[in-house]
């Protein structure tokens, strides 16, 4: 909510409206119950969380593997893709950005950055793939 208090009140008196009802309410639930409040030319803005949720279904990884410590082919281009999003579609750091990702330093997510950026400028199915994610996390988010 990023209007005037009133919208902000309004806003908390619905979810605890809600709340009575649903005593469990979820990120998503919140998103649905509260999406007329967003205006409509504002963008919406993207969380890591959506990021690595969509980059690991679209991988076909769990969250905990793309968060883990494991160095296989197969969880870290992902992560590394995951990285690179985060960076590009968010106003994160790079400290805060390896934070969420397991506790990275912010040179290894550096490193992911370059990695992507360079390999997705001679790999035209990486490429192809990185504009369906951000297709996807921009429309789910």
Known sequence: ???????LEGAFNQLLFRQSFEPQITIDRIDEILGHIYRSGEPKRVRIEDIQ???????NVSKTELLSNR?????????QVAMYLSKVMTPRSLPEI??????RDHTTVLHAVRKIEDLSGVDNTLAQELELLRRLINDQA
């Open 1 to 7: 909510v990023t209007g005037s208090g009133r919208e």
């Open 53 to 59: 949720r969509i980059v690991a279904r679209h991988y």
């Open 71 to 79: 160095r296989t082919r197969t969880i870290v281009k992902p992560r």
């Open 98 to 103: 390896g934070r969420r990702f397991g506790g």
